[in-house]
């Protein structure tokens, strides 16, 4: 090629130049075929009339590059992998809580005769503590091992007491059940009504009728408690609960 002949070539244009199909940086068309230039290695899609490559400019169109559609779905893969791990941490935090079960490792008796009822702050619990409809989480003082041993207490009216319920293990009113659950071990920790309700599984116990399965897959009631009433006036037990805390037994 002459210099006069390249003198001759127009200039190109701005608008020429984004019309080129240029080089791709991989050496690959953008059909995925490997680029080939013509007429004794040419480059027939070049600018200039030399025949010199060009590197891409910034008008090149970004969704062409091989590598960049690569770049692009890796970053795709990514942000997908974190949303789901994100996901996943979010029910995770919620779903174990629910689980957690009494882990009874004293393998004595949980209350006996004289312990006192408890609240998680360790106060003794008065006569006057709860009123009818009312419930706390209590637990017995000072045991071995079972320090956290949880059962739920509740008082209503005492002729609304009926079915399973134990009369003597009651007092004042104040009826005292594992809040163990008896499917799966885990915490009792919700209420419908009068109804007690495990989150894990929808067991649901009356402490009305001695806190007996009305819905769920429980195979038995909660056990109960006999409690009486101090003469410096709290709250004790008179033994232990009258079937095994938990999942099992029965």
């Not at 090149?60 to 789901?84: I, S």
């Not at 399973?164 to 071990?185: L, P, Q, R």
């Not at 649901?204 to 006999?226: E, N």
Request: glycine fraction near 14%; include cysteine; aromatic fraction near 8%.
């Amino acid at each position: 090629m002459t210099e006069d002949n390249h003198a001759d070539a127009p200039e190109p244009t701005r608008e020429h130049l984004l019309d080129q199909s240029y080089p791709r940086p991989d050496g690959e068309d953008a059909d995925g075929s490997a680029f080939a230039s013509s007429e004794g290695g040419d480059c027939d899609a070049c600018p200039h009339g030399d025949g010199s490559s060009i590197q891409p400019s910034i008008y090149q169109r970004f969704w062409q590059d091989a590598r960049a559609e690569l770049r692009r779905r890796d970053y795709a893969k990514v942000l997908a992998t974190v949303g789901g791990f994100t996901a996943l941490g979010s029910l995770v935090a919620p779903v174990s809580g629910l689980t957690q079960v009494f882990d009874r490792k004293y393998e004595g008796p949980v209350y006996s005769d004289g312990i006192a009822l408890v609240d998680a702050d360790g106060n003794r619990i008065e006569e006057g503590r709860l009123k009818p409809g009312e419930q706390l989480t209590v637990f017995p003082e000072a045991r071995p091992g079972i320090e956290d041993a949880p059962t739920i207490l509740v008082r209503f009216e005492e002729d609304v007491y009926g079915g399973d319920v134990k009369g003597e293990y009651t007092v004042g009113g104040y009826a005292a059940f594992s809040k163990v659950c008896t499917h799966a071990g885990c915490m009792v920790a919700d209420r419908d009504g009068d109804v007690l309700v495990c989150p894990c599984h929808s067991g649901r116990f009356d402490p009305t009728t001695g806190a007996s399965v009305v819905g769920g897959p429980p195979p038995r009631g909660l056990p109960q408690l006999p409690i009486t009433v101090s003469s410096d006036g709290y709250l004790v037990a008179t033994g232990d609960f009258d079937a095994p805390v938990g999942a099992g037994g029965g």
